[in-house]
Each structure stands twice: as C-alpha cells, then as structure tokens.
C-alpha cells in the first residue's frame, strides 16, 4: 500500500510544546497556528505496512477495513471540525481481538485511536493522523441482565439507545440519557464520563458503573467486571478508566446500576423573564418536587431562536428570556401530578415563570424534550460552532454567556447558553458563517481565564479530547496533571492509546 500522507486535520502541524507547568500562552499573532488547540506535530510511531494488514486481515476476517469510502465517516467527527487521515477501520467482535490487536500494536508501535459511536464533541473520538481506527460498533451484544438488582452487564458497542429500549421492556432504565443516544455506545459513554439529561437524577457514571473490563496497551485484559454494589478491595481501579477517553485502556465491557422505570412522568416547559427568576425557579423546584425531580435543564431565547429558523421547530409557549425544562419521574401519577400543579401554581403567582406547559404523554414529552436535545444539531446549521462546555457555581451559570456577548460585540454570529442547571454544568456556544481564526483568537483564553476565575472546570462532561488538551491547567494543578501523565506512562509506555488526546503535549509522552 501506498505510504500514508500526513493528514492537515483542519489545523497547521505547529507544536505547542512546552517544558514547564504553566497556562499555555494565548495567542501569537491572532492566527490559530499559534493556539494550544491545534495539532502537534505527529509522533514517530511506525506507519502501516502490508504484513501488518495481512495480520489484520487474518485476525479479523472481512472486518479490516480499508475501503476508503467507508474510512471516510471514522476519520471525520459529529461536528466535522477535525479530520485525521487513517487508512485502516478494524472492526473486532470480542475482548480476545481486540487483545490480540493492541498485543500486536504495542509491539510494532502502530498508534491507535478507540472509537465508539463517534459522536464526541472535543476531537478524540478521530485520528489526528494515520492511526488506525478500533471501532466498538460489533461488541453490542447484552451479556446479562438481573432483575432483582437492576444490574445489566454488556459489550462496549451497545448503543446507549438500544439498552434503553432493552431495559423498558423489561421496566428498567439506563441511570444516563443524552442527545446523541441513537448513535453513542455505552463504552464512550463510560470512555468520556458522559453527563447527560438524567446526572441530576442518578449521578454520574462514576456511581453507577460497577464494573469494567478493559483491554490494555499491550494486550492484557482487565476484568474488574465486578457486578456488586459494594466492593473495599483495594483501589477502585475502574474510576482510571471512566473519563480517559480511550488513552489508558479500550473498554470491552461494562456492567452498571440501573434504575426502575418510573411509572410517572411529566415534563414541564416554562418561561421566565430573567435568569435570576430561574435560579429561584430551580431552588423552589428542589424543595417542592424533591425526590420527584429528574431534569432542570435550560436554554436562552437565542437557541429557540435557532430551533425556529434552521429547525422550525415551534415554540410551544410565549417568547421569554429563558425556557425551563423540568422532568418528574415517580411511582405515582396522581401524587406526582399534585406536586407538580403545587408547584406551578407557586412559581405563576409569584410571577417567576411566565408561561408554561406540561405533558404527561409520551409522544408530548418527546416534542417537549426535542426543544432542548436538538440545540446542538441546530447550532450546526448556523455556520461555524465554538463550543464551551464549563462547569461552574450554579448562580454564575449565565453571566459567562452575558459578559461573553459584551466581550466579542458583534464579531460572533450567535452567542448562545444552555445546559445543565441542576449540574451547574454551562453549554456556551457561538456560531460564526465561516471558521475564524479572529474570532477564535478573542474567545479563547477568555473563556478560560473567565472560568478558572471564579474556580470552574474548563470540561464539565464532554472531556478534553484533542482540542482542550493543552487548557487542562486552567483547570487542574500542575502536579495533578504531572500525575496523570505517569499513570499514562505507566498504562502505556508506548504511548500509543489515542495519543495527542487528553493530556498536554507538554508531558512529552511517548
Ligand atoms: P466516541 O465519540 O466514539 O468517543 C469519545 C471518546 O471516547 C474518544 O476519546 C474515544 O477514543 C473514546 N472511546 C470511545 N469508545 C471507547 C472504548 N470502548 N474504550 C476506550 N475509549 C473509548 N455528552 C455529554 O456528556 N452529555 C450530553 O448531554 C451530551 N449530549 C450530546 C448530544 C449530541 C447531539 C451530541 C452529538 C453529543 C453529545 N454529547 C454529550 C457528547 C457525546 O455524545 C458523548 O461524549 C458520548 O459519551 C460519546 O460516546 P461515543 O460512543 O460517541 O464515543
Ligand atoms: C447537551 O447537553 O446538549 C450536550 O452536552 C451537547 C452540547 O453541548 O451541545
Ligand atoms: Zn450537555
């Protein structure tokens, strides 16, 4: 085969290295060549040969890819903002493949990049060059489910959609939910420590996963495919591998707590007319619906404004600042239903919500839901998307999105804030006709230096992935990452798990 040509990626190959511990420096010159999210030069790990695709072909018969019309969608991600250059998609079934891949990558020193069902949104679900893809999309199969204690155990490939289908029939639920369910797997799920619209409900995945099975570096397997709430053995050596985004391990399967179906569910969409009626909104909501409460999810008339042009979708009730959208899940219509119109009969006289609606069927829930899960597929049709997904003091959620506004002026096309209120977890969007290295330039470090000033995390749930590898130290200390980096060392000496992903390329590993 022809040798592979280095992939532009979307960003020019300057490196960003650096040698001590601090915040990397902004911007030189106001171009993206010189920002930390761009590319670094690629690494000396070995380039691909046809004994190493004969190999390949031998152990994963038909499911080696190299068709480059069928490479073409691993290579590029959801938002089509990176592009890597891989000539080569394995498709393993089992744990045992993907062993024997990674045995024989780590010793011919062959990079990889893990892939689920490609729908992260920080670059690391892609190659940045010519590593070679291992997709999960063919371990989707359920292994065991227990009904006594909700526990289901599966491959990595599942998709999250799928399980939840499986888990109804059976009345349970997945403890996560998120936009993309019809196309994640589980294993990214796990892999990026994924938030979603139920995290206020069930926790994150860092209490809900009980056990992992994962394929090391060098072809080892794991299993602490442990399927019990309560286990004081030693290190909980799971928790390594939830949020590495495919840089310690490949995740072959998961086993995770799952709760029971409610039978009651409302979902309420409300308007208020400022941000400040929405706080108050949310701590009246958590002392009147209490345990009942499953969402608190928001979005600014902008996003509806989106959802209206490039989706028209309509909105359901009068134009306001603010939407809310509350979910309840319990055990009891009727109770549930009174608590609820307690509720809203408090917040409408107390002229904290301004107009609202609630559904209790099905296929309203839905349409109600949609006007909050599809702002993201919206921003994609308004040009160009800079996407901040921040953590920060729940009552400072807006204002990052109002000073934000006033900092770019009309440079920005759109300046848009949604998200997760119950999480304190910001999704601050803003849209350009084309990629623009300018605009860029003054959102970042601003947004950075904005979030690391009032003690907020630079990735509350989408990861660092490519493009925030190098912001790590707005939000973690120096010995922390420094830490990080020798547990990298130490899984992967070789460096070849999703390398230039996660962790600063000032770690020099590899
Ligand atoms: P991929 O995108 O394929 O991979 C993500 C990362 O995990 C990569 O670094 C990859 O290398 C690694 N990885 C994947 N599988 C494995 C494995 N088996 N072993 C080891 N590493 C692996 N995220 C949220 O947190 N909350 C949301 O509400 C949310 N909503 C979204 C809505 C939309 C419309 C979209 C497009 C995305 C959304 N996301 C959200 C982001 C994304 O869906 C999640 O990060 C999801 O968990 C990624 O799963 P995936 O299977 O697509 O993983
Ligand atoms: C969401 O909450 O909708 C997701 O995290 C996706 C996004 O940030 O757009
Ligand atoms: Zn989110």
Redesign the pocket.
Known sequence: MSSPTVSSNGYPFTSVQQTSFKVYSPVRGGTERSLPSAAPPRLPFSRITEDDLAFFRQLLPGRAITDPDMLESCNVD?LKSVRGNSEVLLRPRTTEEVSQILKYCNERNLAV?????????VG??VPVFDEIVLS?ALMNQVLAFDSVSGILTCQ??CVLETLSQYLEERDFIMPLD???KG???I??????N????RLLRYGSLRGTVLGLEVVLADGRVLNCLATLRKDNTGYDLKQL?IG???TL????AVSILCPRKPKAVNVAFLGCSSFQNLLETFQCCRGMLGEILSAFEFLDASCMGLLEKHLKITNPITECPFYIVIETAGSNAVHDEEKLHNFLEKVMASSLVTDGTVATEDVKIKALWSLR?RV??ALTHDGFTYKYDISLPVEKIYQLVTDMREHLGDRAKNVVGYG?VGDGNLHLNITSPTKDPALLAAIEPYVYEWTSGVRGSVSA???L?LKKRNYIYYSKPPEAVALMGNIKAMLDPRGIL?PY??LPDNLNLH
């Open positions: 959801w990049s893990p892939q689920g069902g490609n729908t992260g949104l690391g679900s999960t990595a490939g998120l936009g993309a196309s994640c797997h294993g990214g799920n796990v892999a990026t994924a938030g979603g619209l591998f590495s985004e495919g391990g490949v995740i072959t899960e993201t597929e997760h749930e989408h990861g992935g999703n992903k996660t």
